[in-house]
């Protein structure tokens, strides 16, 4: 089955009955307390830069580690996963002296998670077992200045971003995936440059898959860290024509809900939303279990907020089958009728009269 098949059953689907994303990868890899040595595997034992924690690089070096991961999610109940990439790109790479491997990152780390998807879908026929290419925030922002005494100072520019995103989204598309998946979107601008990439290579290879695109609020002022609101988020990167759009990260279900809610209000898509486990204790590990999570995402299915839901930081297949089960009782949200007229957005919204 190609991946226009695939689509073609996930929307069917979503038609019927609220998708599943996976939950964490970041967790699901602190559970094999890899070391230095297992991290560097025998192709990178002698590199001169300490790679642990460079979880991207895991793709090469333990990728066993990784297909395994993909396939708990599967089997929890995932109708989509995204790829081991969430940094696998020249920007981030730099960190570990790495930028020259991430075509090979990207185009491994969707094989692994083809290879699982594929494997999923014969062990469960007729259901959609999709895969989504996972592209990060970057650790640059193209909108704030890293310098508090040079506002103007920027460390990244537009077209930097535009070059790593194409290389990334290449490898992505050329290891299988079925659509891509801009997450936990901090800066509007590096969503932007990363969804004009995308377009880009679209166009280079005469293909085009759907489009996530997750934003992120990163507290309780109900903004991104670029500053705007999530209805002026939404605006701003609507010309994508995304498959679906949400939020991810940063905050818990609790706290998440009122700004799904305002995206589910104006979206004219599907709703996508992934909340952490609850908010980090004082070691930075998660505390809100399966059951707890799962009930603050039965109240949104109830309430007809989202279609497309799973988890992020703390979140693991245990999470993602306790939320399968309390969201399986209800229908998706249904696509409101949106008037036509002229929305703009800069912090905040503007609609006109």
Not at 66 to 94: C, K, L, P, W
Not at 327 to 352: C, D, N, W, Y
């Amino acid at each position: 089955m190609n991946h226009a098949h695939r689509i073609k059953l996930l929307k069917a689907e979503a038609q019927k009955r609220i998708l599943l994303v996976d939950g964490a990868m970041g967790t699901m890899i602190q559970r094999h307390k890899l070391d230095e040595a297992a991290y560097r595997g025998a192709r990178f034992a002698d590199f001169t830069k300490p790679v642990k924690g460079n979880n991207d690089l895991l793709v090469l070096t333990q990728p066993e580690i990784i297909r395994g991961i993909h396939e708990a999610y599967f089997e929890a109940g995932s109708d989509i996963v995204s790829t081991n990439t969430f940094n696998a790109q020249r920007i981030s790479m730099a960190d570990y002296g790495m930028e020259d491997l991430s075509y090979e990152m990207n185009l491994v780390a969707a094989k692994l998670a083809r290879d699982a998807a594929d494997a999923s879908m014969l062990r469960h026929p007729g259901q959609p077992k999709v895969v989504a290419g996972a592209m990060g925030p970057t650790n640059r922002t193209a909108s704030i200045s890293p310098d508090v005494n040079n506002p103007g100072f920027r460390n990244v520019s537009f077209d930097e971003l535009v070059s790593a995103y194409a290389e990334q989204a290449r490898g992505l598309i050329d290891g299988g995936v079925d659509m891509l998946l801009i997450e936990t979107v901090f800066d509007t601008l590096n969503a932007k440059a990363a969804g004009y990439a995308v377009l880009q290579v679209y166009d280079e290879k005469g293909i085009e898959l759907p489009l996530m695109i997750s934003g992120t609020i990163t507290d309780r002022s109900g903004r991104t860290l670029s500053g705007q609101t999530p209805e002026a988020f939404y605006f701003s990167i609507k010309h994508l024509k995304p498959f679906a759009v949400g939020l991810n990260c940063a905050l818990g279900a609790e706290l998440m809900r009122p700004y799904i809610a305002e995206i589910a209000n104006v979206a004219d898509c599907l709703v996508l939303a992934y909340p952490n486990a609850g908010l980090p204790n004082a070691m930075g590990e998660y505390d809100e279990g399966p059951h707890e999570m799962a009930c603050h995402l039965h109240d949104w299915a109830r309430d007809g907020l989202v279609n497309i839901v799973g988890g992020c930081c703390g979140s693991t297949p245990e999470h993602i089958a306790a939320i399968r089960q309390e969201v399986s009782h209800f229908k998706p949200r249904a696509l409101p009728t949106i008037e036509r007229r002229m929305r703009l957005s800069g912090l905040e919204p503007f609609v006109q009269g």
